[in-house]
């Protein structure tokens, strides 16, 4: 759990490093870095919360495929209600550019945490 934890907080530190100045000069504007970081931050809580959920409660694989699952449903109304949070409570976050780098960073997690979870 520990592993594949640090595999994806890893995996995210390199996704930022690799797009925050790209989307900055591109078009994002200044705050797109922060966009970015925040989008991740804001999946990885959940993201985490699945990998130690599938890990301790499920041995069969079937049952982890149904927690999997679950634990998306999940994740998507916590991140989605999150952003929501950002988005009223801070003007900063008053820009569509927020919920295109949100949607961009729970795809990323998504998919690092879907190919932590099926080679474990």
């Known amino acids: ?13 390199a996704f930022w490093l690799l797009t925050a100045w790209p989307a900055r000069i591109l078009g994002g504007g200044e705050l ?7 989008g991740l ?3 990885l809580l959940p993201a985490g919360g699945t990998l130690w959920w599938a890990r301790s409660f499920a041995s ?7 927690i999997v699952l679950a634990a998306t449903g999940v994740r998507i109304i916590v991140v989605l209600l ?4 950002f988005y009223l409570a801070l003007p900063l976050y008053h820009h569509d550019s927020f919920w295109i780098w ?17 080679r474990g």
């Open 1 to 13: 759990m520990t592993k594949q934890w640090l595999i994806l907080v890893g995996a995210s530190a």
């Open 32 to 38: 797109a870095p922060l966009y970015i970081a925040t």
């Open 41 to 43: 931050i804001l999946c």
């Open 60 to 66: 069969d694989p079937a049952q982890q495929v149904l």
């Open 82 to 85: 999150a952003g929501l949070v």
């Open 102 to 118: 949100l949607l961009v960073a729970y795809l990323f997690i998504l998919a690092v945490e879907t190919t932590l979870l099926t």
